[in-house]
């Protein structure tokens, strides 16, 4: 058990709605990492979060956003979802959010969109 | 950009064969390497990294060296096992425009037979 929790497991969704993803990073961490990962495009870094503030930003779409909140937890928001938004969207946390640093990772939220 | 290529899978061993994964990477900075597995259903846990050149890492049988010379990390473990059937990523994380979010390279399957 990493200590990184992520809700929900599963999720279930029509093309066009609205999803909320949910992360609580390990304990004492304070920087955040949404990750995707598809069978076509593999892992890939999202954006990341420190403290509250944005810090780095990777392919994430306009129709997603995210945000951290004071007690840490950080949501990932998709809007507008289309076939392609189906994959596996994993949060990872570290102490610092710096190079070198081990990220620790969720169990993930499994996104189907039909 | 930074990238990561990693051998093509599946590869499929028997029960105490030696086991190698390339990884070579390619990065402006001075990045750290990582090795993550992903069991079946399961997030992604470090196995192991190594934060400078030279550096070796290891873990539960694992090593991989830092090689600067040849821009490589590659997996071994002298005897592998069933359990060791999984999905292996290689990884680095650099200070360049995407903070220290992990560039992963396409994942590796590994399945051992006994």
């Known amino acids: 058990d990493s200590g990184v929790t992520q809700t929900p497991k599963h999720l279930i969704t029509a093309t066009g709605q609205r999803v909320t993803l949910r992360c609580s990073p390990r304990s004492g961490d304070l920087s955040v990492y949404w990750y995707q990962q598809s069978l076509d495009q593999g892992l890939q870094f999202l954006i990341q979060?420190?403290?509250?503030?944005?810090?780095a930003k990777g392919n994430i779409l306009e129709r997603f956003s995210a945000q951290q909140f004071p007690d840490l937890h950080s949501e990932l928001n998709l809007s507008s979802l289309e076939l392609g938004d189906s994959a596996l969207y994993f949060c990872?946390?570290?102490?610092?959010?710096?190079?070198?640093?081990?990220?620790?990772f969720g169990p993930g939220t499994r996104l189907l969109v039909l | 950009g930074d990238s990561v290529t990693q051998m093509e899978g599946p590869v499929t061993l028997s029960e105490e064969a030696f086991l190698t994964i390339n990884c070579t990477y390619t990065?402006?900075?001075?990045?750290?390497l990582f090795w993550y597995v992903q069991y079946p259903g399961e997030g992604l846990q470090l196995l192991l990294k190594?934060?400078?050149?030279?550096d070796k890492g290891s873990n539960k049988g694992f090593e991989a060296t830092y090689r600067k010379e040849t821009t490589s990390f590659h997996l071994e473990k002298g005897s592998v096992q069933v359990s060791d059937s999984a999905v292996y990523f290689c990884?680095?994380?650099?200070?360049?425009?995407?903070?220290?979010?992990?560039?992963f390279g396409k994942g590796t399957t590994l399945s051992v037979s006994s």
């Open positions: 990065a402006t900075g001075y990045p750290s």
């Open positions: 990884a680095l994380s650099d200070w360049d425009q995407a903070g220290t979010a992990l560039i």
């Open positions: 990872a946390s570290s102490l610092y959010g710096q190079g070198g640093e081990t990220q620790y």
């Open positions: 190594a934060t400078k050149a030279d």
């Open positions: 979060y420190y403290n509250g503030e944005e810090r």
